[in-house]
């Protein structure tokens, strides 16, 4: 059975990381919970980077089918999106990846 993992990288500012960290251990990360669509999730912060802009982290998010990725998807990522930029608006910056688990 073919596993799937959604990855965001986030680049937040440096005068709202502390924040924007909370945040997502209160709030964003729970939500994913309450899904129940999710495996398990896992969050990295980039080390050996340019920080000139602030911290870069990796949220890694786990799915266990591509059905479940598909409903995760089509009901959820984009509230999440909506509310993630009308919290942090130019002071936060990412981007996805879907990818497939091959070993």
Known sequence: MKKYLYNITIN???ADHEQWLIWMREAYL??????NLIAK???LRLKDIDETDGPTYALQIFVETEVLYSKFASEHLSEINQLQKARWGNNMLSFATLMEVVH
């Open 30 to 35: 729970p939500f994913l919970n309450s899904t």
């Open 41 to 43: 999730h896992l969050l």
């Open 12 to 14: 937040i500012s440096w």
